[in-house]
């Protein structure tokens, strides 16, 4: 089974400054997309950046970027210039690449990062 | 507006009452779920829908039942609620086609 890590519970980041999240992943398929999550005070669960295992190109998003290493089976999300809307929970989550089948529909996640802006 | 909407938002019930929190969308997905978010355990799939008429089991799906009659529905049912139920809900959808999943808004339920 698919387990996605996230070892930093929560995290601080001065405004306009860089902060990286962890996330580690293990799986044994070769075919896979990662994504990063923003869930706000809001709650609403808010797509930041994806990746697809098959492209060596880490993904990046304006403020947004991912460091991507396939063999270490890790997915760091980069933000920079951070400002005080970023403040909220970041989920880590993965996703079969296989289509047409029940597991392709299932996002695993990771127990997420709250990230606070701080002024 | 694309969206998926679920309702109620929030919810308090007491043990054993039967309940089902509605989830509809308007992008014609195929594939639609159900996740819990629990403190410290991220979301998990309670259930999900690759089609009308074909559901299955995800991670923990102990308590809850779903149905998918109609390609824009996917209630979640609660026939006999507990307080380890007591969670946030969320239903998303996603074409078959596409990587992006559409989440609602969220269900808070609390069972006393």
């Known amino acids: 089974a698919q387990t996605v890590t996230q070892s930093q519970p929560e995290m601080s980041v001065q405004e306009a400054e860089t902060v990286t999240l962890s996330c580690t992943y293990d799986?044994?398929?070769?075919?896979?997309?990662l994504f990063w999550y923003k869930q706000p005070p809001s709650r609403q669960m808010i797509l930041v950046i994806r990746?697809?295992?098959?492209?060596?190109q880490n993904a990046t998003e304006n403020r947004f970027s991912v460091n991507f290493q396939k063999a270490a089976k890790s997915f760091s999300l980069k933000i920079s210039d951070s400002q005080l809307g970023d403040a909220a929970m970041y989920f880590c989550?993965?996703?079969?690449?296989?289509?047409?089948?029940?597991?392709?529909?299932?996002?695993?996640f990771g127990t997420g990062t709250r990230l606070q802006v701080t002024l | 507006e694309a969206q998926v909407t679920q309702n109620p938002r929030y919810l308090i019930t007491v043990t054993g009452k039967k309940l089902t929190v509605t989830c509809s969308q308007n992008?014609?997905?195929?594939?639609m779920s159900w996740y819990r978010q629990d403190p410290g355990l991220g979301l998990r799939q309670i259930y999900y829908?690759?089609?009308?008429?074909?559901?299955d089991k995800g991670d923990v799906p102990e308590g809850y039942k779903v149905s998918r009659k109609e390609k824009r529905n996917f209630p979640l049912i609660l026939e006999s609620p507990s307080p380890n139920q007591t969670s946030l809900y969320f239903c998303?959808?996603?074409?078959?086609?596409?990587?992006?999943?559409?989440f609602g808004q969220g269900t808070r339920l609390t069972v006393v």
């Open positions: 799986t044994s398929e070769s075919d896979y997309y």
């Open positions: 998303a959808s996603r074409s078959g086609t596409s990587n992006e999943a559409f």
């Open positions: 990746q697809e295992a098959y492209k060596q």
């Open positions: 989550a993965y996703r079969r690449g296989i289509l047409n089948t029940g597991t392709a529909s299932k996002l695993t």
């Open positions: 829908s690759m089609n009308v008429e074909v559901t």
């Open positions: 992008m014609n997905h195929e594939y």
